[in-house]
């Protein structure tokens, strides 16, 4: 007969064994081995082995690495976070692991690693021995490379003609791999319980250290896990765990890797906190709702496969590096002015807070919510709530854009005012706190945030142009466009604290809007780059636009609603307040060169009045401009003090843009012997106050009222008939009384 079928008899045998009694089974399994691992070793090894099963083991062989967790890394590459689906592993070389933990593990394991074939002919006799006294096939000698092809080939089978394979294939493994790529690969290959797979995961699951910070004492303890990875888990039996680290211990010794008095000393070692969590996570920091939007994109990302599953499975086990926007010193800094701004809390109440790269698109920092366990509704991202008077920025942007107007023209702010709205009934408005408000220029109208004066500014502008540049400076496409509705310039329509941050920025960024990211790099597991961010932007307004709304807004800090949101160092900066309907609402948008900040406070569920907010209404010149002001102070704190955008000279004069259709008959006197005439005006500009700056005297005028057929007012005071306005009015606004705000 010859050497083949010899061999191959035995594997037919083998298979027939399984129907003998067990210790028969056991005791010609034992003999069987010997006689196989004897071939094996012998000068006929690779013609024996090939030969036997050839069917089997006629299988490729390679090291690739399983499933690996994916690490996600801050803007300054440290770990926020780790991806895993069931399984927990990150790879790492021999060259990592201290030598006193590599000889450990391998004097428990495999002590003849570095002298066998793939089988090691002692431990299979001792094995041998065991199988016999046991009466069953409890031990078999594998070897640690005969534990990878376990793993990865031929499975758990309790069978001879597996282990005949096991075998076959470890041996051929050695021939194919050097030493150190075999146990390269087992020690990023074997499982240590509680999800973890390879030593660097085993390392920080149960002992919150990365591989190379590892001692003798962890490392027995580890190599008590591999034969049974389940003995500490959440139904282990913990004394067990404390046993196999002294067996291991033991091992270390005789190896002469550690003396007795060291043996002594690890085992006095407590054991590790059974509450085990992979996460190296900063849980002070609120970046749970962070890492979840970075989840997202990268299961939505097309360079990570065409189909869900494709690039679930490379999120979850691919081993991928994900480098992210994050900057966790600002989030520090935005949650520290949350804090400050709010020492004790807002009862049910929550602020969302969105911090963005004007010239780049990244998300900085941002709080999402609530504790993201409890919640897990990204407001930032998700959240659409009314923005209030914060949407009358893009109302001002359009107005400039797309009608030619420009800040300092003229409108009135006059109410209450109602405004014909068919097919529905008419659309009444007041100002804030039922101000009656005044003539004056399109500046003005913001720092006071009148309702009436912009709901005319939009129908003055169009509101097919008002949505046209809403939606470009929001981002927002076809399917999720505003509507032109009269109220949509008093922000009646919702956005998210994201999408308010873009906008902004934008302005700030001279109108080039540029798509917000969460992902810079993408690395996959060898280290090879899948994806790399270019900043992607396109234009929403133009640079004269963004300009002359900048100029605005950082007016509106200086003297309007938005005081106190004013930065500690002088940086110059521009923002608006909002506040919805019945105080349900309250923000803060602004920006600087190198911020833009949108500021959200509110119920998380639903509209919930703000009445009092720390003895006061909760409009959005309260805790959201004041929050906004603390975080960009710390966020800025040591910058450079950057100017806003400065727009063009200006080309042309004022313009009336628009009065109430109420009319008065005013007797005007033109001057000494120039006689006087009565004017059919809107009663609106007759009841301009002058000491609000408004208004200049036209040098070649001087009007003076005389007598006012409607209700009488401000009798023998000049009036600017030409309607030329201040440039830079000089306008004081008083502080608001507690309990009421100034317009915001």
Not at 540 to 547: N, Y
């Amino acid at each position: 007969m010859s050497f083949e079928r010899y061999l191959r008899l035995l594997v037919r045998t083998f298979r027939r064994l399984t129907r003998v009694p067990i210790l028969l089974a056991a005791i010609a399994a034992s003999a069987a081995l010997i006689t196989v691992i004897g071939l094996a070793i012998g000068p006929h090894s690779r013609e024996a082995l090939f030969a036997v099963d050839r069917e089997r083991s006629e299988v490729e062989l390679n090291l690739s690495p399983g499933a690996q967790r994916t690490e996600v890394y801050d803007s300054n590459g440290k770990e926020i976070g780790i991806l895993r689906y069931d399984i927990d592993r990150e790879l790492i070389t021999i060259s990592q692991v201290p030598d006193d933990v590599l000889g450990t593990l391998l004097a428990v394991e495999d002590n003849k690693f570095w002298t066998h074939n793939g089988v090691d002919i002692r431990a299979i006799s001792r094995a041998m021995i065991q199988n016999l006294t046991s009466g069953a096939i409890t031990q078999g000698g594998s070897t640690i490379t005969q534990q990878i092809v376990k793993l990865r080939i031929v499975g758990n089978e309790s069978s001879l003609s597996r282990k005949i394979r096991e075998a076959v294939l470890a041996a051929r493994l050695e021939e194919e791999f050097s030493k150190e790529q075999i146990l390269e690969f087992y020690l990023n290959e074997i499982y240590f319980g509680n999800g973890a797979y390879g030593l660097q995961a085993a390392a920080e699951t149960y002992f919150g250290k990365d591989v190379d910070q590892l001692d003798v004492g962890d490392a027995a303890l580890l190599a008590g896990l591999i034969r049974s990875p389940g003995i500490f888990d959440g139904f282990g039996d913990v004394e067990i765990v404390g046993k196999r680290r002294s067996m291991s211990l033991q091992s270390a010794e005789a190896a002469g890797i550690i003396d007795a008095d060291e043996r002594e000393e690890f085992e006095k070692r407590g054991l590790p906190d059974r509450n085990l969590s992979p996460q190296k996570v900063d849980e002070t920091l609120r970046r749970d709702y962070f890492l979840d939007e970075v989840t997202e994109a990268l299961l939505a990302h097309p360079a990570l496969g065409e189909s869900y599953q494709e690039r679930f499975a490379k999120v979850y086990n691919g081993g991928l590096r994900v480098w992210t926007t994050f900057d966790p010193l600002l989030q520090r800094k935005m949650e520290q002015a949350v804090v400050d701004v709010l020492p004790e809390g807002t009862g049910d109440f929550e602020v969302a807070v969105a911090s963005v790269d004007p010239a780049s698109g990244a998300v900085r920092a941002f709080i999402g919510g609530p504790e993201f366990a409890d919640f897990q509704f990204n407001l930032v991202t998700q959240g659409r709530r009314q923005p209030g008077s914060s949407f009358k920025t893009y109302v001002l942007a359009a107005a400039v854009e797309k009608a030619g107007l420009l800040p300092y023209d003229t409108i009135s702010g006059i109410g209450p005012c109602t405004f014909p709205n068919p097919p529905n009934v008419d659309y009444e408005v007041n100002n804030f706190n039922e101000n009656a408000g005044v003539v004056g220029t399109v500046q003005y109208a913001v720092l006071k945030s009148s309702n009436c004066g912009f709901v005319r500014l939009g129908l003055r502008t169009g509101l097919d142009n008002v949505v046209e540049v809403s939606n470009r400076l929001l981002g927002r496409d076809s399917e999720n466009s505003f509507r032109p509705y009269l109220s949509m310039s008093l922000g009646a329509q919702e956005v998210t604290p994201l999408e308010q941050a873009v906008a902004y920025g934008a302005i700030a960024n001279g109108g080039l809007r540029m798509e917000p990211y969460f992902i810079s790099k993408i690395e996959d597991a060898e280290g090879g780059v899948i994806y790399q961010h270019v900043p992607r932007g396109r234009r929403a307004i133009k640079g004269d636009t963004a300009a002359w709304v900048s100029q605005v807004l950082a007016q509106n800090v200086t003297a309007g609603t938005g005081r106190r949101a004013a930065l500690e160092s002088g940086q110059p900066s521009a923002g608006k307040t909002g506040t919805a309907q019945d105080f349900s609402d309250a923000w803060y948008v602004g920006f600087t060169p190198q911020l833009s900040t949108a500021v959200w406070m509110g119920h998380p569920e639903e509209k919930v009045s703000m009445v009092d907010i720390q003895g006061r209404a909760g409009t959005g010149g309260w805790v959201p401009a004041r929050i906004w002001g603390s975080y960009m102070s710390k966020a800025l704190e040591g910058e450079e003090i950057l100017p806003l955008l400065e727009p063009p000279p200006p080309q042309r004069s004022s313009q009336l843009l628009y009065l109430s259709d109420e009319r008065c008959a005013v007797n005007i006197e033109l001057g000494p012997g120039r006689g006087a005439m009565e004017f059919d005006l809107p009663c609106a500009m007759t009841k301009v106050d002058l000491e609000e700056g408004i208004f200049l005297p036209h040098p070649e005028a001087n009007c003076r009222i005389t007598e006012l057929s409607a209700s009488g007012a401000y009798r023998n005071e000049y009036l600017n008939c030409g309607l030329v306005p201040s440039r830079n009015p000089v306008i004081e606004t008083p502080e608001a009384p507690v309990g009421t705000s100034a317009g915001e």
